[in-house]
C-alpha cells in the first residue's frame, strides 16, 4: 500500500462505510550509508503528537512501502476502528431523543385550575367502597353457610337415612351411595369456594421501570404536568407492552392503604401518539392522582371487579381434574363428581350475580371518575386535541389487537419480530372507518357494566368546555423517549418471555422492518 508524501496529514473517505479517516504521515529516515544495517520499517501513525514528533527535513523525506502483511492490517484495522466509531456516533444521534427539558418547559404557558368536585360526589364514593368491600363478605358468608349446612346432613341427616338401608341388601347399597353423594358434591363445592380465598393473586403484569438518569426528557415533562396539574409526582415509572397508560397505589388486595403511586406507561402509546396527545393521557392519569380518596375507592373497587370476575371465569387444573373425573370414573362414582360439577356451577352463578351488582354499584361512580380526569387532560392540551386522541386511542387500540394477532399467527413458523410496536403502528395506520364505529357501537352496548364511559360520552363533555389548553408543542411522542426502537426491543422480548412462559432472548428474535413489506403486500 502506498500513499504519496504530499498526501500526508489529509483527509479520506471510506468508500464502503463512508467514515472519515485521516491519511497516516510517514516516519521520516535520516540519510545513512547503504552499507548499514536494513533501513527501519515505517510505521504508520494516526496521531496528532506523534506526527508532530516525527523530523520533518524535506531533503530526506520519502515514502516507504510496507515490508510486510503486518504493518498493512494494522493500519486497516485502525481505519476500520475509527470507521466503526463513526458509524456508531451516527446511529446513537438517530435513536436518542429528540426533544429537550429546555423545549418541554417552553410549550407550557401556566397552570390549570383544578376541576371542583361536589360534596355530593364524594359522600357518594365511602358508601360505594362499603358496599363493594361488603360483596367479599357476603361471598365468605355464603362458604361458611354451606359448610354448616353439609355438616349438619353428615351428622344428623346420614345417620337416619342410613340406618335402615342396610337391611335392603343391593338396593340398600345403592341407596347409601346416594345419601353420600350430596357429601361428595358439597365437598367438591367447597373446595372449589375455598380455592380463590387460599390462592395466589392473579399474576401481575412484567412492567420495565425507568430512570431520571435513562430518560431526562419524560421525566421533565411529567415534572411540568404535575406542577401544572396540582398533581403528586409518581414514586415509580414503569413501561411496558401495553396500548394503556394507568396509575395506580402499588399493586394487592390493600393496595388502597398504600402511598406508593405507580405510573404505568404502554410504549404502543407513545409509538401511536403525538406529542401532546400523549401529554394529555399524562395529564389524565395524574389527574386520577389528584382525587386522592376517590383514587383509594376506585382501587376498591376494581379490585373486588376483577376479583369476582376471576372466580366466575378463571379455569384451572382443578377443573380439568373435575372435568375428567366426571368423564373417566365408573358410572356411579361419576354421577356423584357429576352432581358436584352441577354444585359448582350452581355457586359460579351466585358469584356472576355478586359480579353483576358489584358493576352496576360502582359504574356510576367510576364514570365520573373518567370524567373528572378528564377534565384535566381539556384544560392542560384543550379540547380539539382531546376529541382526536380519544379517536386515535381507539384507532391504536385496534391496531394493537391485530398486531398481537398477527404477531401469534407467527408463531407456529417459530417467527418473532423484534418490535411489537412497529407492528401496531403497521396496523393502526390501516383501520378502517367501518371498524372505529363498530368499535363504537360495542361499547355503547357494554356501557351499562364499563369501567369506562363511551369515547361519544367523554367527548361531548370534553367539548362542552372549548378550552384551548395551556400546552403547546410538535412531534411525535416517542420524541421524548432516548433511545426509544431498543427499548422497544427490549421490552417486546419481556413480553414474550412472559406470554410464552419460556426464556426468549433477543438474538432468537428477527427484525420488524424485515417483515414489513410482506404484510404491506398481502
Sequence with gaps: ???????????????????????????????????????????PVFDKQSRQSAPSSPQSSFVRPFDSDDGFH???????QVASQAVEQTRRKQVASKLTAAQIGAAFSGKIEKPETSQAYKSSLLGVAVMMFML??????????CAIAMLLYIFFVVPYLSSSMFAHGRIGFLMLLVIWAPVVAGAITLLFMVKPVLGGRSKRTQTRTITREEQPALFALIDRVCEATGAPQPTRVEVDMNMNASASLGSGMFAFLSSDLVLTIGLPLLATLDVRQ?????????????????????????????????LVYQRDAMDSVLESAVTESPTWIGIMFA??????????????????????VSSALLHQMEFDADQYEVRLVGAEVFKRTSRDLIRSSIGFEKALDQAGQWLPEQRLVDDLT??????????TPEEMQQREQLEAIQAGHSTHPTTADRIEQACASGSPGVFQLAGPAS????????LCRIVTCEFYREALATDVQLAHLTATAEWLPRLQQA
Design 422 to 431: 412497529l407492528l401496531t403502528k403497521h396496523f393502526t395506520a390501516k383501520v
Design 136 to 145: 367479599p363478605l357476603s361471598y365468605l358468608g355464603l362458604i361458611f353457610g
Design 278 to 310: 400523549f401529554t394529555g393521557v399524562l395529564a389524565h392519569e395524574f389527574g386520577h392522582f389528584s382525587q386522592g380518596a376517590g383514587m383509594r375507592a376506585s382501587i376498591v373497587v376494581r379490585t373486588v371487579n376483577q376479583w369476582f370476575a376471576r
Design 479 to 486: 420524541a421524548l423517549i432516548h433511545h426509544f426502537e431498543p
Design 339 to 360: 352432581l358436584g360439577k352441577l354444585f359448582v356451577l350452581i355457586t359460579r352463578g351466585i358469584l356472576w350475580l355478586f359480579m353483576k351488582v358489584g358493576q352496576l
Design 74 to 80: 494494522a493500519l486497516l484495522d485502525q481505519v476500520q
Design 1 to 43: 500500500m502506498r500513499a504519496p508524501a504530499p498526501l500526508a496529514g489529509r483527509r479520506g473517505t471510506c468508500n464502503q462505510c463512508q467514515a472519515e479517516f485521516r491519511i497516516p504521515h510517514p516516519r521520516v529516515e535520516q540519510q545513512v550509508d547503504t552499507s548499514s544495517a536494513s533501513a527501519p520499517t515505517i510505521t
